[in-house]
């Protein structure tokens, strides 16, 4: 396959720009979307439910939101693109496994961490492909200037590690986007809202300034483990990694009230470039894996704020294990990321019945208790902006000029919206400045 990120173009909307929180620029929007990945299945009983993106993407259908989009199949990455970050062995791997043949790789099922959490099933290369590529190509999408803001659903799988398999999760397709987007911008912004520490893309940026990661998440006693204030980076990387760890019950104005001075201070320090939002919806109430206590309302507020900085952002989906919450969570995102007010009532679709009693867009929160005490969020939060006080204001980066004898990155993804087909002659330049960047950003 060609190093040309070639799309096929689904829909393309006749008024492809819209009006952002403030009114005074258009933003546009661009979503991708393949059918099959409602096709995959982890196995009988294992909460990750790949057809949740199939369901949301029935609810952005029928709500009329895609007329407001470019709407975008991505054609699949290859190999060679993966390991931009994660190694050659562990894709390998994952290329060459099957429910058939898992038995002859006993000793790399342990190595790469894959079983009962991660487990093989029919298919699995082809869906860590589709759902990577929705995310390095909207990243590219971004990078040349033809959206402002990209949707991808099916990614935002946060916990993979360079050779490892974990919570669900086989490619880090975060990480991926991220050194894309590294490629033009100096520095970029991984923001994470999912219930669980986004350990995968935190540790892989760890000792870089190029990437700050600012993670939200349930702390103790809970998977994976990671995310204490205190883990803030290492070396050049140091203070980059800002970690929010939350408890029990965190409701709408508890979220807000951290949330909003955090990624303010970011942004007054940091200057992004482009931002990638992770929007796992595990962290709303009554999630089957989760104990948060957010309304879809307030964790669609945190992706109004970050929308109202109007940066480039890349927007992906992560964890959400209550089956007719999470498309209802992320086809009002959409909705508010197109500026559209969109109906409580729930239009009929493909999946109604799943959404029974109520067929209605927004669900009442549970009477949970909120062990997160004002006195703890404030002292929580002012630990974390010293921390960001320590922050070098907007942080130089070299200047690669991408010329023989120089530091070479790797020529970005071409964007190509027409239908004809790559160039057969041309063939990926052969260059190991993809390897050195994911060393420099935190790999072994």
Not at 186 to 197: A, E, F, N
Not at 223 to 237: E, L, N, Q, R, V
Not at 355 to 379: A, F, I, K, T
Request: aromatic share 10%; with cysteine.
């Amino acid at each position: 396959m060609s190093d040309a990120m070639d799309v096929e173009v689904a829909h393309t909307s006749s008024s492809n720009s819209l009006t952002n929180q403030t009114g005074s620029n258009k933003r546009r929007v661009a979503y991708f979307y393949d059918a099959e990945i409602g096709n995959y299945h982890y196995g009988q009983g294992h909460p990750m439910k790949p057809h949740r993106a199939r369901m949301t993407h029935n609810l952005v259908v029928n709500y009329g939101l895609y007329r407001k989009m470019d709407i975008f199949r991505p054609k699949l990455i290859s190999g060679d693109q993966i390991t931009r970050f994660h190694s050659d062995d562990y894709v390998n791997f994952l290329r060459l496994i099957t429910p058939d043949n898992m038995s002859d790789y006993g000793r790399q099922l342990l190595r790469f961490n894959v079983g009962e959490d991660c487990p093989v099933f029919d298919g699995l290369y082809e869906f860590v492909q589709i759902y990577s590529s929705g995310s390095i190509g909207g990243a590219a999408r971004l990078m040349q200037g033809a959206s402002d803001i990209v949707i991808n659903w099916a990614g935002g799988l946060h916990h993979a590690k360079k050779s490892e398999a974990s919570g669900f999760c086989y490619v880090t397709d975060c990480v991926l986007a991220i050194l894309e987007l590294l490629k033009m911008h100096q520095r970029v912004l991984y923001i994470d809202i999912d219930i669980h520490h986004g350990d995968g893309v935190e540790e892989a940026f760890y000792t870089t300034n190029r990437v700050m990661t600012a993670s939200f998440h349930k702390y103790g006693e809970y998977f994976p483990g990671t995310g204490d204030w205190k883990d803030k980076g290492y070396g050049a990387g140091e203070n980059y990694a800002i970690n929010c760890p939350l408890h029990d019950g965190m409701d709408d104005e508890s979220m807000k009230n951290v949330f909003r001075p955090v990624i303010s201070k970011i942004m007054e320090k940091f200057q992004p470039g482009a931002v990638v939002l992770q929007c796992g919806a595990d962290s709303l109430s009554g999630d089957r894996l989760g104990c948060f206590n957010l309304s879809i309302r307030g964790h669609a507020d945190c992706v109004a704020f970050v929308k109202s900085f109007n940066l480039p952002t890349l927007v992906l989906g992560g964890g959400g294990y209550t089956l007719r919450n999470v498309p209802r969570c992320w086809a009002y995102e959409t909705a508010v990321l197109l500026d559209t007010p969109v109906k409580d009532t729930l239009p009929f679709n493909d999946y109604f019945e799943y959404y029974g009693p109520d067929y209605r867009l927004h669900l009442p929160v549970s009477n949970m208790q909120n062990l997160n005490s004002p006195r703890y969020l404030e002292e929580m939060t002012t630990n974390v902006l010293q921390i960001l006080q320590q922050v070098e204001a907007a942080p130089s980066a070299a200047i690669l000029t991408g010329q023989d004898g120089t530091t070479q990155v790797p020529d970005a993804f071409k964007m190509d919206t027409d239908e004809g087909e790559p160039n057969p002659d041309v063939r990926p330049k052969k260059n190991s400045n993809a390897s050195i960047m994911a060393k420099d950003a935190g790999g072994v």
